[in-house]
């Protein structure tokens, strides 16, 4: 496979353990450049030292956030570095802490190239039940306000196409809400979204995730009541 065909890999990271650069190794076996694979440290503080130390050995580029400002932050600004030195280049994002293996971003990566928006599903009846639950309830909504049916709106194993990289930077939200914010802003602009279906991988009942149930949950649930409200109004 050529290497200009390769989609940039951003993953945003907080508090990375060593799970990362298991990733890493394995996903540049397939002969990518390292340089493409863009790790966006979210505030982790100098315990994160060892481990990012660890990533740019392997040449992958690591930029690192003062403070801790949440995953739609860090994703904004990986989504500005990659528009500002790969220009042109198809961006997918993943998970850091296990949940997500090279297989499965290779799967999604496969689907790219054709001005989709391309989603890893996860399937629900391997998620742990603090997961399952508010997945279940989230894409329910979504169907509801947009009319659109997508089976996994929480996944973080996404591909979105060059040109709308400019657009996702203006995308509202700073945590877990903006990656539905996306979805919305999708819809919004008649974008086509596709699905790959991919094994749940979840280590420790998913202990390493840093999804607040309570908070985010009302977050992300937020977003689709503004949207709900805000699509009234126009209609």
């Known amino acids: 496979m050529n290497t200009h065909t390769w989609s940039v890999v951003l993953i945003p990271v ?64 990986g989504f500005r570095e990659v528009t500002a030195t790969h220009p042109g280049r198809d961006v997918l ?26 989603l890893g599903a996860r399937p629900f ?36 196409p060059a040109d709308l990289l400019a657009t996702l930077g203006e995308v509202p939200g700073e945590r877990f809400e903006y990656e539905m914010n996306v979805l919305l802003t999708v819809v919004a602009a008649g974008r086509r979204i596709e699905e790959v279906p991919i094994p749940a991988t979840y280590l420790d009942g998913n202990a390493s995730s840093h999804f607040g149930r309570l908070s985010d949950s009302a977050r992300v649930i937020g977003s689709l009541v503004r949207h709900a409200a805000t699509s009234g109004t126009r209609r």
Request: glycine share 14%; aromatic share 4%; proline share 4%.
């Open 93 to 118: 994002t993943a998970d850091g802490d296990g949940q997500h293996r090279a297989a499965d971003i290779r799967a999604v990566e496969a689907l790219t190239g054709r001005g989709n928006v391309v």
């Open 125 to 160: 009846g391997r998620m742990p039940l603090r997961s399952r639950f508010g997945n279940v309830v989230t894409d329910m909504l979504f169907r509801g306000v947009t009319g659109r049916a997508v089976a996994d709106t929480q996944t973080g194993l996404r591909a979105y």
């Open 14 to 77: 907080y508090r990375p353990g060593e799970r990362l650069p298991a990733l890493l190794t394995e996903l540049l076996t397939d002969g990518r450049e390292p340089s493409g694979v863009v790790i966006v440290d979210d505030g982790s503080g100098p315990a994160a030292d060892a481990v990012l130390a660890t990533v740019a050995d392997l040449g992958c580029t690591v930029l690192r956030c003062a403070a801790n400002r949440g995953k739609g932050t860090a994703l904004k600004t």
